[in-house]
Every structure is written in structure tokens, then in C-alpha cells.
């Protein structure tokens, strides 16, 4: 049975476009984009869901914990459910908030080297390295993502030449789906749907090319 590892941040998690700042929500599984993949693909797939919402590339968020730094977790996290067959990762979303102030070209290299780093520890067969989708400073996060529409430009072209670099596949969600207007930042049921099913396409035409 191979393993699908999805590591990313709120919208791996299944966090709901947010009302208010305190907004708890989670979609069940019927929703998720992992679980829709998971299904696209097939029962003979274990799928390893590791969403948590805030979750940087490299960074502690003085708001939501240094443990949301996926540096911090990464190492674990691999060696917890190796052999992994294909790491769905998407990150980046989070390194935009206006209290990290970095551009996509930082984000983009901070992904290379936890791409680089999975690659050497052996527990990853196949990565496919998502773009998520651009931010929109919207609703109850438009404060806290100020000026993330302008920092991000460029994310995908960027984040497309890390692949290249690791060896990783390269999907822009950009392509297929795009943030809910209602905070700019996560998506909604069809969203969730619509990436689920692409980046089924995407994981079996990987496993397919091995």
C-alpha cells in the first residue's frame, strides 16, 4: 500500500474561509483536498494527513508559536511515517504574513532547503512541490497578510525553479483553483474539490513515471 504524505499549513488542515479572526472551523474529511485526492486515487493508498494551520517554511510566528516553524517538525514528521511514496507539499502561504515581510524568492529557497533536506534523509521516494495559490488581502486577514499581493509575485516561477533544482515534480494550484474572496487566504468546498482531483492526476502520473 503506498503512503501520500500532504504536508502544508491551514488549507492542508481544512480550515474553512474565516468570518472572524477566532473562527475555529474545521471541513470534515468529505471536504479536505487530501481526502478527495486520497479517494481520486484509490483505497490501496494511506494517506498521512499533516495540515497545521499558521505553518511557515522557516519561520517562528510570534502570534501562533515557534512550533508552527516546519523546520522545527520536519525531521519528526518524516521519520514518523517513512517509507514515504509521494510528499504532497505545499507551504508558503503563511511566510507572507506582514509580520514576516519576505518576498517569493526568500520563500521559494527556504523551500528548497527542506526539499533538499527530505531528499537526503531517504524516507521520501517522490515529491511533488505545490504553489499554493496567491493571497488576496481580504476580510478579517486582510490586516494580517498586508502587502502579501505584492511580496508573492513571482511565487509559482520561483517556486517552479526549486522543483527543477530538487528533482521535484511542480503543480501551481493557481492553475485550478483560487482563495475565497471572503478572507483571501483559504478555500472553499470546490476549491478543496477541484485541487483534490488535480493533484490526484498529478501524484498518479509521478508514480507512473518511476
Given at each position: 500500500m503506498p503512503t501520500v504524505l500532504c504536508f502544508g499549513d491551514s488549507n492542508t488542515f481544512g480550515t474553512p474561509p474565516m468570518v472572524h479572526l477566532e473562527d475555529k472551523?474545521?471541513?470534515?474529511?468529505?471536504?479536505?483536498?487530501p481526502w478527495v485526492m486520497r479517494r481520486a486515487l484509490g483505497e490501496r493508498w494511506h494517506l498521512v494527513e499533516?495540515?497545521?494551520?499558521?505553518?511557515?517554511?522557516?519561520r517562528d510566528d510570534p502570534d501562533v508559536g515557534p512550533h508552527r516553524n516546519a523546520t522545527r517538525v520536519f525531521p519528526a514528521i518524516l521519520e514518523s511515517h517513512w517509507p514515504i511514496d509521494v510528499m504532497v507539499f505545499m507551504l508558503g502561504t503563511n511566510d507572507l504574513k506582514a509580520v514576516h515581510g519576505v518576498a517569493a524568492d526568500t520563500i521559494a529557497e527556504d523551500i528548497r532547503g527542506l526539499i533538499t533536506f527530505a531528499k537526503g534523509t531517504g524516507f521520501v521516494a517522490r515529491t511533488l512541490l505545490v504553489c499554493p495559490p496567491m493571497v488576496q488581502e481580504r476580510g478579517c486577514l486582510a490586516e494580517v497578510f498586508a502587502g502579501a499581493e505584492a511580496r508573492g509575485q513571482g511565487l509559482a516561477d520561483h517556486i517552479h525553479a526549486v522543483a527543477a533544482?530538487?528533482?521535484?515534480?511542480?503543480?501551481?494550484?493557481?492553475?485550478?483553483?483560487?482563495?475565497?474572496?471572503?478572507?483571501?487566504?483559504?478555500?472553499?468546498?470546490e476549491a478543496h474539490d477541484a485541487l483534490g482531483r488535480a493533484l490526484a492526476d498529478e501524484v498518479a502520473k509521478l508514480m507512473g513515471a518511476s
Open positions: 472551523r474545521r471541513f470534515g474529511p468529505d471536504i479536505r483536498w499533516e495540515g497545521n494551520p499558521g505553518r511557515t517554511t522557516t533544482k530538487t528533482g521535484a515534480a511542480f503543480f501551481d494550484a493557481n492553475s485550478v483553483i483560487a482563495t475565497d474572496p471572503l478572507d483571501g487566504v483559504h478555500f472553499g468546498p
